[in-house]
């Protein structure tokens, strides 16, 4: 069977879509909405040429923005070889561990996942919902960023607070990027001709959300996100790890309320905190290249945290074969791979700065021949990822 996978990502105050030839294996039109519900709300359309059509459309909710991109593939002539329909979902629960043809028991059950994701699963829903009632005729998968992880043993996922708190509520850690991270560890076994059943790959996945995955024969073993993303690496505006006492801390001593302290936690802090300047790695590399102390510092907080994480990922894994890095901060920020291969020297790595300025030989390796385990940069496709999965489910 050949035809247009239609992938839709519905976040918060975003719409992305994504058609995919799922014979070629590629974008052939996607688009991103962002900004929705306020005035600076936009589409902006791209060609599988990379042109791009940008349309302002302020105030456009979800709905309206889902309507546009129908319209749009139906006046490209694309609606009529879309053969189904792949949404991303941030948070499955333990519900799901693979990809899922989406039933009205499964919308439920991510419904009553939304306690984990607020955000998220509202607005997946809200891209559900429309996709069905816009396309009855075609069959929908949900693919779960938590569904990878659910292979975590106990030690890796248990918190150490009553057990009653996970057998009763669900409290634990379900981690997220599950897409990306299976994604890039399962080109890391071909690029690398690992045996699929015996090998050990730890990946990073920096965009403006961060996680480690540590994958033992392409299954995950441990990732540093948790209940929610914001557990774990420092990120664009998140924390990451902090000790739970803090939260008492600036309670009593600053009068924050909960809500205050989470979204400091989860919007003002990380790379955006640390420098109080940008959350944007890029940014924060040319500011640190001009000798800014706070960008500097910034950096360096980040690189720490990541090496600190990958190093203790070994633990999870009966062997290590491969570091990779991933997302836009892994795919492009040589000096933050650079300095993470110089904190990670004890464990006998060695990066090429020449492959690493050119992002890797032909098989993403930046690593040295003698570096006892190969580091690599492995572009995430996790769009790709949807399609296929969507295709294989139907
Ligand atoms: P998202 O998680 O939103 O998908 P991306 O994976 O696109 O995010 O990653 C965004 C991050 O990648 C930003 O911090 C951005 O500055 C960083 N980035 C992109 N290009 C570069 C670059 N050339 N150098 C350093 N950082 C970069």
Redesign the pocket.
């Known amino acids: 069977m050949s035809g247009l996978i239609l992938v839709l990502n519905s976040g918060s105050s975003s719409l992305k879509f994504s058609v995919v030839d799922h014979s070629a294996d590629r974008a052939v039109f996607e688009g991103l909405a962002e900004q929705l519900g306020g005035e600076a709300a936009k589409i902006t359309f791209k060609t599988a040429t990379g042109q791009r059509e940008p349309q302002t459309m302020p105030g456009i909710d979800h709905h309206q923005a889902l309507a546009a991109v129908f319209d749009k593939l139906s006046e490209r002539k694309l609606m009529q070889d879309i053969i189904a329909i792949g949404h991303r979902v941030v948070h499955g629960g333990e519900f799901f561990n693979q990809p899922t043809l989406i039933t009205e028991e499964v919308i439920a059950k991510i419904r009553a996942c939304e306690p984990l994701a607020p955000l998220h699963n509202p607005a997946h829903l809200i891209g559900i919902l429309g996709a069905r009632e816009a396309c009855p005729h075609l069959p929908q998968v949900a693919v779960f960023d938590t569904a990878f992880h659910q292979t975590m043993p106990p030690k890796a996922f248990l918190y150490a607070v009553p057990i009653a708190l996970y057998e009763q509520h669900g409290v634990r850690r379900y981690g997220f990027h599950g897409t990306s991270h299976e994604y890039v560890s399962g080109e890391t076994i071909k690029r690398l001709q690992l045996d699929p059943e015996d090998s050990g790959v730890i990946v990073a996945h920096l965009?403006?959300?961060a996680s480690v995955c540590a994958v033992a024969n392409g299954k995950s073993m441990d990732t540093s996100m948790g209940l929610t993303p914001l557990e774990g690496l420092v990120m664009?505006t998140r924390s990451g790890d902090i000790d739970a006492g803090v939260l008492q801390y600036l309670h009593n001593t600053c009068g924050m309320s909960l809500e205050d302290i989470m979204d400091m936690l989860n919007k003002r802090s990380g790379l955006l905190g640390l420098s109080n300047q940008s959350?944007?790695?890029?940014?924060l590399?040319e500011l640190a290249s001009t000798g800014d102390a706070a960008a500097t510092t910034a950096i360096e907080v980040f690189c720490y945290r990541l090496a600190k994480y990958i190093a203790a990922y070994s633990v999870a894994l009966e062997r290590l074969d491969a570091i990779v890095f991933t997302?836009?901060?892994g795919e492009?920020?040589r000096p933050v791979r650079a300095r993470v291969a110089a904190l990670l020297k004890n464990l006998g790595v060695s990066l090429s700065d020449e492959l690493n300025q050119e992002n890797g030989d032909p098989r993403g390796v930046i690593s040295n021949p003698q570096s006892r385990i190969p580091l690599l940069v492995i572009p995430t496709q996790e769009e790709l990822m949807i399609a296929r999965a969507t295709f294989s489910s139907i």
């Open positions: 965009g403006n959300g664009g959350n944007d790695m890029r940014s590399c997302g836009g901060i492009n920020a």
